[in-house]
């Protein structure tokens, strides 16, 4: 079964330019969250979509955004970059979520730099 | 306000010798606790949970200890290997739906010295 899968793997862009990150969650997996792990601050959640609908949103500006598609993949879109911007997202899948206390399951994640 | 902390960004130990993870948290609300294991350019890999009815969960090498009266959580890994050289994060979740309901802690960088 293949694991979850996040394009591109890197990613250097320029101030207020925007960018778009893909997941492809794991076959079956309906739940789709993204984190932002910077160094010091672990991994910051930024929301959780399930059934093409956003479920909760963490504590980010409205320049992060998103969407699941009906085949559970998953974009991420984040607009008017900033150089704080720059971190690595992760996309995590799981069957339900974690009120079922389902293991997540990560990608590789996206390694942006905003310059 | 962090409520799950790692204050040991760092952790060397020697091959064979046990390893001990810690993490604090402040929310007595929470009712289960993770641990994931990352190594470089790779995703967070799930490794072990408790649940808070309990003080212990055992699964080969690993052993997660929680203290519900401290607030405190501990992964102990014995003995020690190379191939568990790699960041640890411990994580705690709220009653209820949604992944936001799961706060990471900073994460500890363990390094396994041959």
């Known amino acids: 079964k293949a694991g979850v899968t996040q394009t591109p793997r890197y990613l250097i862009k320029t101030r207020g330019q925007q960018v778009t990150l893909s997941c492809s969650p794991i076959s079956g997996h309906r739940s789709v969250s993204w984190y932002q792990q910077t160094p010091g601050q672990g991994l910051q959640f930024l929301f959780e979509?399930?059934?093409?609908?956003?479920?909760n949103k963490g504590n980010f500006p409205g320049r992060f955004s998103g969407r699941q598609f009906s085949n559970s993949r998953s974009e991420m879109n984040v607009s008017t970059l900033e150089l704080g911007d720059s971190a690595l997202y992760l996309c995590?899948?799981?069957?339900?979520?974690?009120?079922?206390?389902?293991?997540?399951?990560f990608g590789s994640g996206t390694q942006l730099s905003v310059l | 306000d962090q409520q799950v902390k790692q204050n040991s960004p760092s952790l060397s130990v020697q091959e064979g010798r046990i390893s001990i993870l810690n993490c604090d948290y402040t929310?007595?609300?929470?009712?289960?606790f993770l641990w994931y294991k990352k190594y470089p350019a790779e995703g967070p890999t799930f490794l072990i949970s408790i649940s808070s009815i309990k003080d212990k969960n055992e699964d080969g090498r690993f052993t997660v200890f929680l203290n519900k009266s401290a607030k405190h959580l501990s992964l102990h890994i014995v003995p020690s290997q190379p191939g568990d050289s790699a960041v640890y994060f411990c994580?705690?979740?709220?009653?209820?739906?949604?992944?936001?309901?799961?706060?990471f802690g900073t994460g500890t960088r363990l390094t396994i010295i041959p």
């Open positions: 994580a705690a979740k709220l009653p209820g739906f949604g992944n936001e309901k799961l706060t």
């Open positions: 979509y399930f059934s093409e609908t956003q479920r």
């Open positions: 929310n007595s609300m929470f009712d289960y």
């Open positions: 995590a899948s799981s069957l339900w979520d974690a009120a079922t206390n389902e293991k997540l399951f």
